[in-house]
């Protein structure tokens, strides 16, 4: 019995028939299932991909539930540093406050004693006095604000 029913499988899948119009050989067409049809594929296709935009769409909103609205990021500039540093001149005994980083065109505002602690707000860039690389410094000293030349301070 299970011989005769593989037999006649075997003669449906492997028979082929003359076209009548040609003289080529033709397969027969195999049978699709209707679960399985060319045109129920894009159905399905465009289907799963519905789901999947409306999952997507919802894990959205879940996300922006969760989050709160809060204000974009902005980029701010690092704080500068305080730190204290020792004037440092012996030769003459002070070091001065100058009211701008230049000792031409800068006031001196106060004389800042050899030894004394001072408060450094920071150093921005290298520059020279006279022959001297160093850079200028904004401090505070006894309640006053200027600058003074860091070549003459003990960090």
Known sequence: M???VG?????ILLRTTIDKNSSVFVSPTPT???AVSKTDTPTDETAALKEKLASLEKQMQDRKIQKPNSPPETFSPPKPSVQTA???SPRDGFLALRSEPNSETGERIAKIPHGAIIIVIGCPRPSNV?????RWCQVTYNGQSGWAFDKFMIF
Do not use: C, D, E, T
């Open 2 to 4: 299970i011989l005769v």
């Open 7 to 11: 037999s006649f499988a075997a003669y």
């Open 32 to 34: 699709v299932s209707p």
């Open 86 to 88: 020792r004037a440092n």
């Open 130 to 134: 006279g022959k001297m690389a160093g």
